[in-house]
Nanobody
Framework: VQLQASGGGLVQAGGSLRLSCAAS????????VGWFRQAPRKERESVAV????????YFVDSVEGRFTVSRDNAKNTVYLQMATLKPEDTAIYYC???WGPGNQNPQYDFWGQGTLVTVSS
């Protein structure tokens, strides 16, 4: 599976962006896909995940209610809709994928190249 993240850019605080993670390869619907971000001088953190079943989880308290992760298996794409953006959301956002069914391994096997989101105050 190859992943291509896109949709980043410069936006003012309070604005919105939609990130896309387009996947190539077969059986995309069986992959769990996560969004991660790494802010300047900070460690990478997990933001959200959409399981192969369609279930979603969010790992950063501050994004709940503002970010929405979703998938369109027909388009082999996972989205991260980000609203009411804040300067602290500034980071490089990465998507990553791992096989879903029966997989208890927390590690992701496939990573996209990242897309930069900059939120100005």
């Amino acid at each position: 599976v190859q992943l291509q993240a896109s949709g980043g850019g410069l936006v003012q605080a309070g604005g919105s962006l939609r990130l896309s993670c387009a996947a190539s390869g077969r059986f995309f619907s069986k992959f769990t896909v996560g969004w991660f971000r790494q802010a300047p001088r900070k460690e990478r953190e997990s933001v959200a995940v959409v399981d192969w079943t369609g279930d979603t989880r969010y790992f950063v308290d501050s994004v709940e209610g503002r970010f929405t992760v979703s998938r369109d298996n027909a388009k082999n794409t996972v989205y991260l809709q980000m609203a009411t953006l804040k300067p602290e959301d500034t980071a490089i956002y990465y998507c990553a994928a791992k096989w879903g069914p029966g997989n208890q391994n927390p590690q992701y096997d496939f990573w996209g190249q990242g897309t930069l989101v900059t939120v100005s105050s």
